[in-house]
């Protein structure tokens, strides 16, 4: 499995205490000095399916030092993609995934015991853009009829959006346009660069990239197009969620530090913070990414996977076909730990 690793920086302070008795006859002098007893960090091993500017509330919480705060020692790993991350989980490579909800379901149609359970959602909106050749103030969906669009793969939460979308403004995916949808993640901005496609459908920053570049020109917002879709979440398998409640109510306060922080200061605040995290994009190009997604209502105010969400979320596979039956929001959803991490 492909994976590209990033450590997290971990600080963490030791004081040893050097006690010194000296005993003399009639005469007794101690010295000693007691420093603040050394804080253990417990390691939670967790697999992102992608490392994205979407995500700035979780590295916000890094680069504040919101895991460490909470007794949390980070190792994160970028999974390249759901099905990875899911993989990593189930195997036990991975403590927590972070994916689309969809996934959990997947695996709990196949029968799994051990089945995996969400346990805080992080992102509210659609984190992918409609990107056109040329900027386009009148734009509507109907113009996409006939034309060539590079989406994603099937089963995949941008594609299934995507596709919600066009239904939402009577398209029909299968016969009014062409969606090409075996080019790899990540890759559909190079292939709409050197002539692919009338539209994309990209995530940030290849959005803005195309911008800069002067290849393309964000036309519509799918986070907007398609209202509040639980887009992301936290998860883990049935029977460590039952293990380790401690380790992920701690882990889950710093999410929710992270979603504080962002919830009361600006994109630019915002952007400085988590710069760290991504070195190769431009700072201007970070806070107008940064900018794009707070202005559209991308973070929850808190981490609750509410009832609701997990309904949509159904309407959506079942519109794409790949839901077979309704499933049980309490099966799959555990928002203990998230109501906790608020309080």
Same mark, same amino acid.
């Given at each position: ?8 920086? =971990? ?15 009639? =005469? ?70 972070? =994916? ?56 995949? =939460? ?186």
């Amino acid at each position: 499995m492909l994976v590209q690793k990033r450590q997290v920086k =971990m600080r963490s302070i030791r004081k040893k205490a050097v006690c010194v008795g000296m005993t003399a006859v009639m =005469m007794v002098s101690a010295l000693s000095g007691c420093g603040k007893q050394e804080k253990e960090l417990t390691t939670i091993r967790l697999n992102e399916v992608a490392h994205s500017i979407f995500y700035a509330p979780q590295y916000v919480a890094i680069e504040k030092g919101y895991f460490e705060d909470e007794g949390i020692a980070l190792e994160l790993t970028n999974g390249m993609g759901a099905d990875n991350v899911m993989t990593a989980v189930v195997s036990g490579e991975a403590d927590i995934g972070f =994916m689309g909800s969809e996934s959990s379901i997947y695996v709990y149609q196949e029968g799994a015991k051990d089945y995996i359970v969400n346990f805080a959602q992080l992102t509210n909106r659609a984190g992918n853009f409609l990107v056109a050749k040329k900027a386009d103030d009148t734009f509507e969906w109907s113009k996409l009829k006939g034309k060539t669009v590079l989406g994603g793969r099937d089963g995949g =939460m941008p594609e299934m959006v995507f596709e919600y979308v066009l239904k939402k403004n009577g398209i029909d995916p299968k016969k009014d346009l062409n969606i090409v949808k075996n080019i790899d993640f990540g890759l559909t901005a190079q292939a709409y660069a050197s002539g692919q496609g009338d539209y994309t459908v990209e995530f940030e920053p290849f959005a803005a990239s195309l911008e800069a570049d002067g290849k393309g020109k964000v036309v519509a917002s799918l986070g907007e197009a398609s209202g509040d879709v639980p887009y992301t979440a936290y998860s883990a398998k049935k029977s460590y969620m039952k293990s380790h409640q401690k380790e992920l109510l701690a882990f889950t306060k710093a999410v929710q530090k992270g979603m504080d922080f962002v919830q009361s200061h600006t994109p630019e605040e915002i952007a400085k913070v988590i710069e760290p995290q991504f070195p190769e994009t431009d700072k201007k190009a970070l806070e107008t990414v940064v900018k794009r997604y707070y202005d559209q209502g991308t973070w929850k105010e808190d981490l609750v996977f509410e009832k609701a969400s997990f309904e949509l979320l159904q309407d959506i596979l079942q519109d794409a076909g790949v839901l077979k039956d309704r499933l049980s929001y309490d099966d799959l959803v555990d928002t203990k730990i998230a109501k906790q991490a608020v309080d």
